[in-house]
Structure formats: structure tokens, C-alpha cells
């Protein structure tokens, strides 16, 4: 063996030093830097087979490339496809990240029993066993579906050239370790080295791969910033744990656009695709309740109706006090001085606690009209009629400000049977035979008529 090479990697941006330093000068941050062994190989451990690299790379006109032979593969999984934008990519290679415990593991395990194809689900983290108690919950009856207990990437590099399978899903990218490097698995040398073998792979024989990936407690992925450079779509698997709802959305894509999002709902048998999300977020009720307002908002490019409750109460200690569950703390503090200073209503000593239901964060502007309208709902102990809904932002001067894709919301609202939607009265709108009413209003005191 060649003589033994080691350098510092900073643990948290990968930034390389020739020696140990407290602080990393890229990102700044304390006690990141960590000596790694690196064994720089001669060759990767993928050995492609000599007649698919007998491939010379030639200039091509860009209308003369042919893209038909790569048509996407179909996951059968709709909100999946969508995130990706129509299908895995052959030989393009998927990072999923998200927090422990949120359903990497399930979704990929489901979307692999699901998939028409030879799949071949390699698993740094659970035995074969396991594997097969959580396939048995989700869905048990797949013969395609190969399981490999695995982290070495030479190991499972022979076992890929013996199966030959369509398509690769690897648990996790942290737990890979390759011959070729000598530091542990999930060293930023490890993660670089593995990915780049699996590229090598990935490209050659145009299988897609899909990885796993950890992150850290500030929400990266694991690892350096550089996985994400070199993969061509970084997901982001995210929910509240104690909640039902998971989103899915791609952070990076290569091949379609960033703007989709997926949506499931995790069940005791796995997760369930949810294509029509605001009818789940709506509580069904008969009575009406003060405090509750619903908005029109937009998920990336999904419309989504989400439930605002508002509950305003008579301080009962000294300082008022104001919280929020999924919305901006300090956005609620400017609109309720709005409330105050531009329609009256005098809530300093009032306690104010808002909460989007659902579990889910909102940080699209539209929400602001219902956040109001709820807050007034609570404040009067009036509740609104529950056909209504509520799409605009509110300024600081108590304007009511257009939003983008009104219509979308419009038409989205109109489905779920919503009889009024109150926008503003600035944005332009060309819908016509509508059979929901369209409200305009231009300052937050035509709020105050319309619903007090
Ligand atoms: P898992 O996929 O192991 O998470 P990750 O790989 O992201 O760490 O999923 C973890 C949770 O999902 C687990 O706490 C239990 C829950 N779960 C269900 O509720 N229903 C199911 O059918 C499965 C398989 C898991
Ligand atoms: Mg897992």
C-alpha cells in the first residue's frame, strides 16, 4: 500500500487544512477540524464492464441529441413523480434528506415494493429482518424487490454486477465505507469517495441511484456541502414528527422544477399518498366557532386551504402575551398593531394566541387576511360563516395588497365548495362564471364591515 496521507477536514463545510486549527476559516465555525486518514485509491471500486465505457464523448449539435431513450421511470407514487418532476431519471442520482424519525427509510422502502422494476434496497442501518417486519406493514407482495445488508461500496458494487438490478436505493449515504479510504464511515473523505464511486456508477450504466442522507440539528444534510453539488436532486423529506402530514419537496433538481411538493400522510401502514390536501386540513364541523379563519395559501406551486385559530383573551398577568404555532411571531406582533392603529380595536392587553392547524409552518404573505379575521372572530366571540375564505396580505398602513396565482386560489376554493373568498381589490383578475363570490376589499376597515 502507497504511504498513509492524512489531512483536516472542518466536519461542518469541508473545508480542507494542511493542519489541526481551532476555528475553520471558511465557515467560522469552533472545533469542526478533525484529522482523516486519506488513501488516495489508483482506481474506484466500480469497475465498469469494458463494453458499456467503450463510449468516446463527441460534440453534438444540441437538436441532434437524442433524448427519447431516456424516458423517466414511473415510481407508480404520483406525489413523488411530481417532486421529481415526472420520474426517477435514469442514471441520475437522488439525495433524501430529513430529520431521524420522519419516514426516509419507509417512504423509500414503500416507493421500492411499489416500483415495477428490479430494485435493489441496500441498507447500511437495518437487518434483512427488520426490513422485511416494516415491508410487511406497508405492502408485502413484490418479487422484484431485492434486500442487501451492506456498507461496503466494493461489497455491494459485486452484488450490483451480479443482479444487475433497474434501479438502486442506498440506507444511508452515512453508513457507506469504502475500501479505498481508511477513516470511518460518515467522514466527509467516506461520503466524498462513496458518492463518487456511485456517480461513476450511476452514469455508466444510466441506473438511478437514491440515497439516504442524515442531517445535522441546523437542518443540513450530513456531510460536506459538496454532496449536494455533485448529486442532480437533493429532497427534503419534512414534517412535524407528532403530526400525520409529511411534505416532500426537492431542494436542487436537475430535471424538472423546484416548486413541486409532495404530500403524505404517515399511517400505521406505511404513507399514503395525499393528492387532495386541503380537505384534510379543513376540520369538519356543523357548529361554527369564533376564532377560526380559513386560508387560501400556496404550498410551492399547490394551492393548499389551511384552518388559522386565533384565541384573544384578557391578560390575567401584567404582560400580555402573544404566541404563534406555525406562524411568525413578530409578523403577528405588526399585524395586530395594525388592527390597533388602523381599525381601533384595542388588544394591548389582551393575551393573543394563534394557531395554524395541522402542524404544518406557513410563511406565504396570503395567510395575513385570516390570521385578522380570525383574531377579530375571537376578539368579538363571533364566528365567521364557514363557507368563507381569506386570500391577501396586509400592509402596515392596513391596505390590502394582492398576492400572487389569486386565480389558482380562487379556483382551488371554488372546489372544496368555499360560497365567498375575500382578496384584494388591486389584484387583476379574469375569471369569469364563477359560482364562488369573489369579495373585494381594499383596506383592513372594509374587513372589519364585512365580518363584525
Ligand atoms: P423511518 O422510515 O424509520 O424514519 P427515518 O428513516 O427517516 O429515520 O420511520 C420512522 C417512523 O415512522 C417510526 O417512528 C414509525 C413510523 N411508521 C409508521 O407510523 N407507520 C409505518 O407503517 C411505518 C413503517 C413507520
Ligand atoms: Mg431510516
Not at 384595542?346 to 395541522?358: P, Q, S, W
Request: hydrophobic residues 40%; glycine residues 6%; proline residues 3%.
Amino acid at each position: 500500500m502507497a504511504k498513509v496521507k492524512t489531512t483536516f477536514f472542518c466536519q461542518n463545510c469541508g473545508a480542507q487544512y494542511a493542519k489541526w486549527q481551532g476555528q475553520c476559516n471558511s465557515c467560522k465555525q469552533w472545533n469542526t477540524i478533525a484529522e482523516e486518514v486519506i488513501e488516495k485509491p489508483e482506481k474506484s471500486s466500480w469497475k465498469s464492464s469494458e463494453s458499456k465505457t467503450k463510449r468516446v464523448s463527441k460534440p453534438l449539435k444540441i437538436n441532434e441529441i437524442d433524448v427519447s431513450e431516456d424516458a423517466r421511470l414511473n415510481s407508480l407514487d404520483k406525489e413523488f413523480n411530481r417532486v421529481l418532476g415526472g420520474g426517477i431519471v435514469p442514471g441520475s442520482l437522488t439525495l433524501l434528506g430529513g430529520e431521524p424519525g420522519i419516514g426516509k427509510s419507509t417512504l423509500l422502502l414503500q416507493i421500492s415494493l411499489k416500483l415495477p422494476y428490479k430494485t435493489l434496497y441496500v441498507s447500511g442501518e437495518e437487518s434483512q429482518k427488520q426490513i422485511k417486519m416494516r415491508a410487511e406493514r406497508i405492502n408485502p407482495n413484490n418479487s422484484n424487490c431485492y434486500i442487501l445488508t451492506e456498507t461496503k461500496t466494493q461489497n455491494i458494487f459485486k452484488q450490483i454486477s451480479e443482479l444487475e438490478p433497474d434501479i438502486v436505493i442506498i440506507d444511508s449515504i452515512q453508513t457507506l465505507h469504502s475500501d479505498y479510504i481508511e477513516s470511518s464511515a460518515g467522514s466527509i473523505s467516506q461520503i466524498k469517495e462513496c458518492t463518487t464511486e456511485l456517480i461513476k456508477f450511476a452514469k455508466e450504466t444510466a441506473t438511478p441511484v437514491i440515497l439516504i442522507g442524515h442531517i445535522t440539528k441546523d437542518g443540513h444534510i450530513a456531510g460536506p456541502k459538496i454532496l449536494e453539488h455533485m448529486v442532480d436532486t437533493v429532497l427534503q423529506f419534512e414534517g412535524d414528527r407528532n403530526h400525520v402530514f409529511r411534505i416532500l419537496r426537492a431542494n436542487k433538481n436537475r430535471f424538472g422544477s423546484t416548486n413541486e411538493l409532495g404530500i403524505y400522510e404517515m399511517q400505521g401502514s406505511g404513507l399514503r399518498e395525499v393528492s387532495n390536501p386541503s380537505e384534510l386540513l379543513i376540520s369538519k364541523k356543523d357548529e361554527e366557532l369564533s376564532g377560526n379563519a380559513i386560508a387560501a395559501t400556496l404550498e410551492g406551486m399547490r394551492p393548499l386551504m389551511i384552518e388559522v385559530q386565533a384565541l384573544v383573551s384578557t391578560a390575567v398577568y401584567g404582560t400580555p402575551q402573544r404566541s404563534a404555532t406555525g406562524f411568525n411571531a413578530k409578523r403577528l406582533n405588526m399585524l395586530l398593531a395594525v388592527l390597533e392603529k388602523r381599525a381601533g380595536f384595542r388588544l394591548g392587553a389582551k393575551d393573543v394566541f394563534l394557531n395554524i392547524t395541522g402542524g404544518i409552518n406557513v410563511d406565504d404573505p396570503a395567510i395575513d387576511l385570516a390570521v385578522i379575521a380570525a383574531i377579530l372572530s375571537s376578539n368579538e366571540d363571533e364566528a365567521l360563516q364557514n363557507d368563507f375564505c381569506f386570500a391577501a396580505e396586509v400592509g402596515l398602513s392596513g391596505e390590502i395588497r394582492p398576492i400572487q396565482r389569486v386565480e389558482q386560489r380562487i379556483l382551488e376554493a371554488e372546489k372544496l365548495g368555499f360560497a365567498t373568498i375575500v382578496v384584494s381589490k388591486y389584484n387583476k383578475l379574469s375569471l369569469r362564471n364563477l359560482k364562488i363570490k369573489v369579495q373585494l376589499i381594499s383596506k383592513i376597515e372594509d374587513l372589519v364591515d364585512l365580518i363584525v
